[in-house]
């Protein structure tokens, strides 16, 4: 089993910035890609950013320029850097490792933008 713990900020003002970590604990195989997504009310959920082991990066169109995405593969921890937010910025955000088999996910965490 792999536990996932999300913290951090969830509260910053449009334009302001906000950093997300999420630890991963249990257990925890060398290759497996990590990311952050969110979920609004409704919709699906949906790719801010993924990385890999060796640190390749994807990007949503609407996070390109603003967010970065990053790992301590020691302290099997990955991190949200998010700058410049938007209201449209503010939903839930979840945390997730993918294994070989299978995927999981953080306890997700509502991010707050106050215009």
């Known amino acids: 089993q792999v536990q996932l713990v999300e913290s951090g900020g969830g509260l910053a003002q449009a334009g302001g910035s906000l950093r997300r970590s999420c630890q991963a604990s249990?257990?925890?195989?060398?290759?497996?890609?990590r990311g952050w997504y969110r979920q609004a009310p409704g919709k699906e959920r949906e790719l801010v950013a993924t990385?890999?082991?060796?640190?390749?990066?994807i990007y949503a169109t609407s996070a390109r320029g603003r967010v970065t995405i990053s790992r301590d593969n020691a302290k099997n921890t990955v991190y949200l850097q998010m700058n410049s937010l938007k209201p449209e910025d503010a939903t839930v955000y979840y945390c997730?490792?993918?294994?070989?088999?299978?995927?999981?996910w953080g306890q997700g965490t509502q991010v707050t933008v106050s215009s």
């Open positions: 249990g257990s925890i195989f060398s290759a497996n890609g």
């Open positions: 990385i890999t082991t060796f640190g390749g990066t």
């Open positions: 997730k490792l993918a294994t070989t088999n299978n995927d999981y």
